[in-house]
């Protein structure tokens, strides 16, 4: 799902290279992704041209929904020392579309 979610937020992205492993990353993202994984999140990080992107993610349930097993993607987007830059949920319509939500 994370995968997918990517595709949709940076829809040109061109990574230069995806970093696969802990010992890829950055000293401070690799504690990020440490953190992520700690809280049974999903990460993903790749180089563009200049930056490392990294998003964790977690599938979550979303409240209020219509369908009582609707599922979310809680996302967090961290810059390059491991900040957290900003986090959203995010649903997926039966399209396949991406829409911001409320938890």
């Known amino acids: 799902m994370l995968a997918a979610f990517i595709g949709f937020a940076y829809p040109s992205c061109r990574p ?7 010992g890829d990353l950055p000293l401070a993202l690799e504690r990020v992704a440490v953190a992520a994984q700690s809280r049974k999140r999903a990460w993903l990080a790749w180089i563009d ?7 964790a993610g977690e599938i979550v349930h979303l409240d209020g929904h ?9 996302t967090f987007f961290h810059d ?7 986090s959203a949920t995010w649903a997926r319509d039966a399209e396949g579309s991406w829409h911001l939500r409320d938890r």
């Open 16 to 22: 230069v290279r995806v970093l696969y492993t802990l």
């Open 80 to 86: 390059d020392n491991g900040r957290l830059l900003a």
């Open 66 to 74: 219509e369908e009582c097993n609707a599922r979310g993607l809680w």
């Open 49 to 55: 041209d200049r930056h490392v992107r990294f998003v």
